[in-house]
C-alpha cells in the first residue's frame, strides 16, 4: 500500500496539515512543504493583522484614497462580494468593526452598549466595498470601515494549496486548516474516500455526521469556535448577523459541502447566520 505522509505548519492562528501519497516519501514531503508555503504567503497578503498585508493597506487608506491591489486580491475581493449578494448579505467581510466592537479581536469577547453597535453597523455593509476593475483598486465608503477575511480567508487558502498539489500532478491528498475547513482530492491510500467528522458543538456528544469527501470541500461554522458567556448565560460567538449587529443565534454549528472551499467557507458562516437560505446548485448542508 502507498504510504501516506502528514506535514503540519502553523498560519492564520490555525494548525494547518496535508496528507497525501502516491510517490517517494521526500517528494511527497516537499510538495507538502510547497502547498503550506502557499498558505503562508497568502496569509501575509490577506491577514487583518499583519501591517504589510494588502487587507491592512485598504484598511488604513480605503476611506482616504482607492487602494491599489494585486489582481489576486481583486478577484477574490470581487468573488465575495458576489458571494455576499448569493447569501442575501449573510455573509459580509466589511463586519470588522463590529468584531471590534464586540472585543472580539485579539480579545475574548465582550458585549458593548448599544449605542456602540449601532456607531459599528454604520461602518459596516456591502456598499462600503467600492471595487473600481479598470484601476484594480479598492476604497472604503466610510471612515471606520474595514475589511476581515476571516471567514473566507482559511477556505481561499487551502483551494488555492490545493490547486498548487493538482499542478504538480499529485491527485490524492487532504488539507485542513482546524478541521473547521477541509479540502479533498482522490482517496486515501487504501482507496477508501477521506473521511471526516463534523464534531457536535458539545464536546462530550458523539459526531453530528460523518462525511465522506471525493474531490470536495467541507467547512463548518460554529459559534463555539470564539465565543464567552454573558451576564444572562447566553452564548455570544464570533460570527456576527450583519442584519442585528449581534452575534448570531439561529443555529450553533453550520456544515456545507462542495467542490470549492473558498464557497464553502462563505456558505457556512452564511448559514450559521440565516439557516433558511436557499443553496445554489452543487451545494449541500451536513445535519
Given at each position: ?187 486515501q491510500a487504501d482507496g477508501a474516500p477521506w473521511r471526516i467528522a463534523v464534531e457536535h458543538p458539545d464536546a ?84
Amino acid at each position: 500500500m502507498p504510504k501516506t505522509i502528514t506535514v503540519a505548519a502553523e498560519a492564520m492562528a490555525t494548525r494547518f496539515e496535508v496528507a497525501l501519497h502516491g510517490a517517494s516519501e521526500a517528494t511527497l514531503r516537499a510538495a507538502a512543504e510547497e502547498a503550506l508555503a502557499e498558505i503562508g504567503r497568502l496569509e501575509a497578503v490577506l491577514s487583518l493583522y499583519q501591517p504589510t498585508s494588502e487587507i491592512a493597506h485598504i484598511n488604513a487608506r480605503g476611506a482616504q484614497e482607492p487602494v491599489p491591489v494585486s489582481p489576486e486580491v481583486f478577484a477574490l475581493l470581487e468573488h465575495c462580494a458576489a458571494l455576499g449578494e448569493q447569501t442575501q448579505g449573510a455573509f459580509d467581510i466589511t463586519l470588522a468593526p463590529l468584531m471590534r466592537c464586540w472585543r472580539f479581536m485579539n480579545d475574548t469577547g465582550a458585549v458593548p452598549a448599544d449605542d456602540e453597535i449601532q456607531t459599528a453597523r454604520a461602518q459596516c455593509g456591502w456598499p462600503q466595498l467600492q471595487l473600481n476593475p479598470a484601476k484594480s483598486t479598492v476604497q472604503l465608503a466610510t471612515e471606520g470601515a474595514m475589511l476581515d477575511l476571516g471567514s473566507v480567508g482559511k477556505g481561499y487558502a487551502l483551494e488555492q494549496a490545493g490547486a498548487l498539489l493538482l499542478e504538480n500532478e499529485f491527485e490524492h491528498f487532504l488539507i485542513h486548516g482546524g478541521t473547521s475547513t477541509v479540502c479533498a482530492r482522490g482517496t486515501q491510500a487504501d482507496g477508501a474516500p477521506w473521511r471526516i467528522a463534523v464534531e457536535h458543538p458539545d464536546a462530550d456528544r458523539p459526531p453530528l455526521n460523518v462525511v465522506d469527501l471525493a474531490n470536495e470541500s467541507l467547512s463548518v461554522s460554529g459559534i463555539g469556535g470564539k465565543s464567552f458567556i454573558d451576564e444572562h448565560g447566553v452564548e455570544q460567538g464570533h460570527v456576527i448577523d450583519p442584519r442585528t449587529g449581534r452575534p448570531a443565534q439561529s443555529a450553533r454549528v453550520a456544515a456545507v459541502v462542495c467542490d470549492s472551499a473558498t464557497v464553502s467557507d462563505a456558505w457556512a458562516t452564511a448559514l450559521l447566520v440565516e439557516p433558511g437560505l436557499t443553496l445554489p446548485e452543487g451545494l449541500r448542508v451536513i445535519h
